[in-house]
């Protein structure tokens, strides 16, 4: 069949096995045995779980679990899984905790377990009344909430508070309402977003408008995690070491360019214990980089300073919207096991650890930029991908990564021509 009569219109995909599926996709991709084999071995996941959490499912994709070790977060040891695809974030934290845990390792807080849902409300000519007309309903708005979730109020969560905004916009002023609710142990999108659609029409009624969404919202900025910790300047190679590290705070506090990288080191860490949890790594992105421009400029998630001892001060604060209830932390095995070596039982517990490992990740990354250059490490763990991507196996990928960091040339092209030198004798 030439390409142009290929369709994805592919009827009764979403109700065929996953089996089923992989065999229609192989075909119309032309996928060769080692392909299908590949998509079609079972990872460490029940094919049938995977295929009731999304749709379409034909396969599962394995992401290395490391362990960072030297974690301490209010006087507790951790030991901290992150699921992640690059090379040296791990390593990172426990170079970062290392250099800290005999000084006390974290301290961390929360600010809370709130979580925001807007109402958007457009089409009424009286913005102000309207508002008002909303506020007024707030013992009528608490109840219709936790009448949603009764299982949450017993749990000590529920309704919290209510905002409602006026805010400009091209179509004309808008009246967001918004549902603070504390969601407890969940993360709390399905709860807070059921109260919204509830809650919708009701104010409807109240101002004469049409409401159009009804979602949460991501910049969870009352659900914030905090985390602190000394780094004494003995243990970090001495004051040119920490100056270095200043300057490039500096740099990234003060420049957007070099705050998305800056921010995106964070994000390494946090997303890896996000995904190894089974939360929403996406939620706590999107909130992450929000946070970051809150004040109409995006910065840096961190702030690095010297203490009156000569030592270096570093801290976090960022939206932490995790739980362990409900979504994949609480039906995928691995993500349970992942808690279970944590040792957490509240959703805070969680997204103080989290917090702490973003600050241990940037305390990384500025070290190795402001001192040797991220590439150097960051080099020879690549190497061992770059040597099994050239077909190295077994004890050849050690031999091979160690020949490539030693010429300084850690290429594909490079490592075939060497394994081919290695294999011939
Ligand atoms: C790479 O994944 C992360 C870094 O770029 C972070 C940073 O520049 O701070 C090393």
Redesign the pocket.
């Known amino acids: 069949m030439s390409l142009s009569n290929l369709t994805s219109r592919i009827s009764g995909f979403h109700r065929m096995s996953t089996a089923e599926r992989l065999e229609a996709v192989a075909a119309f991709a032309g996928l060769d045995e080692a392909s299908r084999a590949q998509l079609a071995a079972p990872g460490n996941i029940d094919p049938h779980l995977a295929d009731h959490m999304i749709e379409n499912v034909v396969a599962t994709l394995a992401i290395p679990i490391g362990v960072a070790t030297n974690m301490r977060v209010d006087g507790r040891d951790v030991l901290v899984p992150m699921a992640t695809e ?1 090379s040296s974030v791990v390593a990172a934290v426990c170079n970062s905790a290392r250099q800290c845990h005999d000084a006390g390792g974290f301290t961390t807080s929360v600010s809370g377990t709130l979580m925001i849902a807007q109402i958007q409300l457009v089409g009424v000519s009286d913005p102000e009344n309207a508002r008002l007309t909303i506020l007024e309903q707030r013992a009528a708005i608490a109840e219709l909430c936790d009448g949603c979730d009764p299982m949450l109020v017993s749990l000590g969560g529920g309704f919290r508070d209510l905002e409602v905004r006026i805010v400009k916009s091209l179509g004309g002023p808008m009246v967001v309402t918004h549902l603070i609710v504390d969601t407890r142990d969940a993360m709390g999108a399905n709860t807070v977003n059921t109260m919204a659609e509830a809650l919708a029409p009701r104010i409807e009624a109240w101002t004469g408008g049409k409401v159009f969404l009804r979602i949460l919202s991501n910049l969870a900025d009352r659900r914030l995690a905090r985390a602190r910790a000394l780094w004494p300047v003995e243990a970090i190679g001495g004051p040119e070491v920490r100056d270095g590290m200043i300057s490039a705070y500096h740099f990234a506090e003060a420049d957007p360019y070099r705050a998305a ?2 921010n ?2 964070i994000m ?1 860490g946090v997303s890896a214990v996000v995904l190894a949890t089974g939360n929403d790594t996406r939620a706590v992105e999107a909130g992450a980089h929000a946070y970051a421009a809150r004040s109409g400029r995006y910065t840096s998630l961190t702030h690095w300073e010297v203490t009156a001892e000569g030592h270096l001060a570093g801290s976090i604060e960022l939206p932490m919207p995790v739980g362990l209830v409900g979504g994949a932390t609480r039906i995928h095995p691995t993500a349970r096991a992942c808690l279970k070596i944590l040792g957490v039982d509240t959703a805070a517990g969680l997204a103080r650890i989290i917090a702490a490992v973003g600050l241990a990740q ?1 305390f990384g ?2 070290k ?2 402001a001192t040797t250059g ?1 590439q150097k490490g960051h080099m020879a763990l690549h190497a061992n991908n770059v040597a099994i991507a050239a077909g190295a196996v077994g004890a050849e990928v050690a031999r091979l990564a160690a020949i490539l960091v030693e010429r300084r040339q850690v290429r594909q092209d490079v490592a075939a021509a060497e394994l081919a030198r290695m294999r011939a004798g």
């Open positions: 690059e990288t800056h995106k080191g390494n940037n990354a500025m190795a930029l991220i």
